[in-house]
């Protein structure tokens, strides 16, 4: 069965820290998705990768299919990063279907 | 639509209803996914159509659900005999092409409360 877990489950940071969340899984993928959700909102799509290193502004992703670790680094970190940050899988096995870790409840204060 | 469409956003329910939750995704987009996501935990996957047939329904629970997408675009998630577990936000996401090769867009969920 494959499982995604996440680390740590909640953190508080301070504006301007250097932010780094973790996600192991199970078995192999195709590829690893990182999504965030605001508190009541919807869920929006920041990452799909399947190898290396990935940048969007203030976020990167990486990646190593070896150790089946991803992590999630945010930095200068703003409060308007504040909310749930979730990683999700498709082992090679399943690929219309996506396992979800419990997420990661980033808040940053001022 | 400029994204993922959900309605309702809401509905408070009493056990043993029916319930219907609709989806309109992103126009383009063949591939559509429902989620189940309880308090607390990441999103559960429900069902995925490709176009209109369900591609993969393992993710239901039990034969009280079933979900419909009869001209590939819209899809309906029905749900029987409603009971006090079935209360969670429900999620759909598009994708231009199958996960995990496509990224997906999600809706605002809609959050349902059987009482």
């Known amino acids: 069965k494959n499982e995604v877990e996440q680390s740590p489950q909640n953190l508080t940071a301070q504006e301007g820290e250097f932010i780094t969340i973790n996600c192991s899984y199970s078995?192999?993928?195709?590829?690893l998705h990182w999504l965030q959700q605001h508190p009541g909102g919807g869920i929006v799509s920041l990452f799909m990768?399947?190898?290396g290193k990935k940048k969007h502004g203030r976020l990167i992703a990486t990646i190593n299919i070896q150790e089946k670790h991803s992590s999630l680094h945010i930095t200068a970190s703003h409060p308007r990063d504040s909310a749930v940050y979730i990683c999700?899988?498709?082992?090679?096995?399943?690929?219309?279907?996506?396992?979800f870790g419990t997420g990661t409840r980033l808040q940053v204060t001022l | 639509g400029a994204g993922v469409s959900q309605t309702p956003s809401n509905k408070v329910t009493e056990k043993g209803k029916y319930v219907e939750l609709r989806c309109d995704p992103i126009?383009?987009?063949?591939?559509l996914y429902w989620y189940r996501q309880s308090l607390g935990q990441g999103p559960e996957f429900l069902i995925y159509?490709?176009?209109?047939?369900?591609?993969?329904d393992s993710g239901l629970p039990n034969d009280r659900f079933f979900a419909v997408r009869p001209e590939g675009s819209v899809s309906t998630l029905k749900i029987q005999r409603t009971e006090r577990g079935d209360s969670a936000v429900y999620l759909c996401?598009?994708?231009?092409?199958?996960?995990?090769?496509?990224?997906?867009?999600f809706g605002e969920g809609s959050r349902l409360t059987v009482l």
């Open positions: 990768l399947s190898s």
């Open positions: 159509f490709q176009g209109t047939g369900a591609a993969d």
């Open positions: 126009s383009g987009h063949t591939a």
């Open positions: 996401a598009s994708s231009t092409r199958q996960a995990p090769r496509g990224e997906l867009f």
């Open positions: 078995v192999g993928i195709s590829a």
């Open positions: 999700a899988d498709s082992n090679t096995g399943t690929a219309s279907k996506l396992t």
